[in-house]
């Protein structure tokens, strides 16, 4: 079961409040139902993050079963590369640690210290060679603007951190607010290689900020995106889908 | 119990709060904070014995078992000198604010290596450069790479000049993806190769160690920047004097003509030598200043054939 395990993440970066279309916090519990692990990075520098868009990004994350964090944007890069790796590995812990309660009794942080090691070291290993699939969400509202080539650093830079890992990934892109028309804009699918440079036109700063909506597309992704792959295989191939697993 | 979240801006031990190890029993009493990161908190620590020791806490008890197993298989090995910090206990301790893991380690003591620089001279940069090539090729030998290198993570004893490396948070079997790093000194961030950890990974680090060493201003000027500018950090170091010796070297490594300390370390002895002249010569002029500095120089240079003599 190992071999084939799947991860399945949103990495939603902001630096407002969600003000448009669905509550966030609600569709992010039903991300973490159909096993999708959801971390948020606020950004404070220039943005309008007040105090309740720090709560927002706490809720959300909670809610989708991951961790936030609020940064300047110079950190972005380092901290998306942490919480994506974190989250991980946190996934692989949940599971092994259901899999040792039914065998032992108890989960790792119940085994004495130098025998967790061991356990320690199965997690690590697993979550390097695990497939990864991840959904960016960024906030395009107006106050992101003069942050973007940070994020795009940024996104260049986790490709880096994900390319020297032994599983395979699968990175897409989406922005919000998309355009005038439409609320959330596909920048690129489920790719190994996104083409960053689509990010710079899609990009623009809109009014408005529908975080919900575009937690909302994201699952859609997911969703069709297994659709598609049941339909090819024919078969159930959610014994290798964290998704499964995920409390 | 709930594991303790790091975060609020307080650290979570303050100086005298005692700590006991929920499994070995072992205490420790805090005598103030070493360090905070990202990945957990340093403290320096009295143990029931009295010794002095170092301990480091996080939230995420994966992290300090590893970390705990990698300084362990280093101490193994060590002929004559420990590669890193001797570990000693593991445990978990109950604070207030939640469930805390832990390991125990030798405190290294010493000075920062720009400080030490000032008062001692330039040109011996070149000599604690040589101490941290020994240091890496035998952590290359066992097949780690030490990732997180800079000057921050280095210490230098003011009385024998011998450099110790600190915080090994970032040490990564070769072949993995690099676990810590920060950002000046990675070669990914600039553009110039994969995260992977090998050898040339900790050699680019130490090249980007001597930039900041020896022009601390062009380390500031270049990350005040939003997008790392590598052609212009090599255009910068190439025309600064302070760099002059160390130019062709920088070069090598940069063009990826040199890829392992080993070769490094066999450019880096003429620097040695140019500079243990230098400091001859300055001695000679102004004769008999301060004992100590001979001393200092003296036991550098054993420290250079001793090196000389296990390696070749």
Request: charged fraction near 25%; charge should be neutral; hydrophobic fraction near 45%.
């Amino acid at each position: 079961m190992w071999k084939s395990m799947k991860m399945k993440q949103i990495l939603l970066i902001t630096d407002g409040c969600s003000n448009k279309g669905s509550d966030p916090v609600q569709v992010a519990r039903m991300a973490r139902t159909a096993g999708v692990a959801i971390n948020v990075i606020g950004i404070v520098d220039g943005g309008d993050l007040g105090s309740a868009g720090r709560r927002e990004a706490e809720a959300i994350a909670e809610a989708g079963g991951g961790l936030s964090r609020i940064v300047e944007a110079k950190q972005l890069a380092m901290t998306m590369h942490m919480m994506t790796k974190h989250t991980m590995q946190m996934t692989i812990q949940q599971v092994v640690s259901q899999e040792l309660k039914q065998l032992i009794g108890t989960d790792a942080e119940g085994l004495p210290p130098e025998r967790r090691t061991e356990v320690a070291e199965m997690v690590d290993r697993l979550s390097d060679e695990a497939m990864l699939k991840l959904v960016l969400l960024i906030d395009t509202s107006a106050s992101m603007h003069e942050k973007l080539p940070a994020v795009r650093e940024a996104i260049r830079d986790l490709q880096i951190g994900l390319d020297v890992r032994k599983g395979s990934h699968q990175v897409a892109i989406f922005t919000f607010p998309g355009s005038a028309t439409e609320d959330v804009r596909l920048v690129t699918g489920f790719s190994g290689t996104p083409e960053l440079s689509r990010l710079s036109d899609a990009l623009r700063a809109q009014g408005g900020t529908p975080t919900g909506p575009a937690i909302e597309r994201a699952l859609e992704l997911f969703a069709g995106d297994r659709l598609a792959t049941n339909n090819q295989r024919g078969e159930d191939e959610r014994d290798g889908d964290m998704a499964a697993y995920v409390v | 119990m709930a594991t303790w979240q790091p975060m609020s801006s307080e650290p979570l031990f303050r100086a005298g709060v005692p700590i006991c190890g929920k499994w070995n029993g072992q205490r420790y009493v805090v005598e103030g904070l070493l360090g905070r990161g990202a990945n957990g908190e340093v403290y320096a620590v009295k143990a029931g014995s009295g010794d002095r020791l170092a301990l480091k806490v996080s939230s995420a008890s994966s992290d300090i078992a590893l970390e705990h197993k990698i300084l362990q298989n280093l101490q193994g090995v060590a002929r004559g000198f420990d590669l890193g910090p001797l570990v000693f206990d593991l445990d978990d301790v109950d604070t207030k604010r939640g469930k805390a893991f832990f390991y125990v380690m030798e405190q290294v003591r010493g000075s920062s290596l720009a400080p030490f620089l000032q008062r001692r001279g330039r040109h011996w940069a070149a000599v604690l450069m040589l101490q941290v090539c020994t240091f890496l090729e035998r952590l290359h030998q066992l097949g780690y790479c030490f990732g997180d290198l800079k000057v921050e993570n280095c210490l230098v004893d003011e009385q024998s000049g011998r450099v110790r490396l600190v915080d090994f948070g970032g040490v990564t079997p070769f072949g993995r993806g690099v676990k810590e790093y920060t950002e000046w000194y990675d070669r990914a961030w600039w553009g110039q190769g994969s995260r992977r950890a090998e050898a040339s990974y900790d050699l680019f680090a130490l090249t980007m160690m001597v930039v900041a060493l020896l022009a601390p201003d062009l380390r500031q000027k270049l990350s005040a920047m939003s997008t790392p500018n590598f052609s212009l950090l090599l255009q910068s170091a190439m025309s600064d004097p302070r760099l002059a010796p160390w130019q062709e070297l920088l070069r090598a490594v940069w063009s990826g003509r040199v890829t392992t300390v080993g070769r490094f370390r066999e450019r880096l002895m003429l620097l040695v030598e140019a500079s243990l002249n230098k400091e001859r010569q300055e001695k000679a002029a102004d004769a008999p200043r301060d004992f100590s500095d001979w001393l200092l120089i003296c036991s550098a240079a054993t420290l250079v054939g001793v090196f000389c003599l296990i390696f070749l």
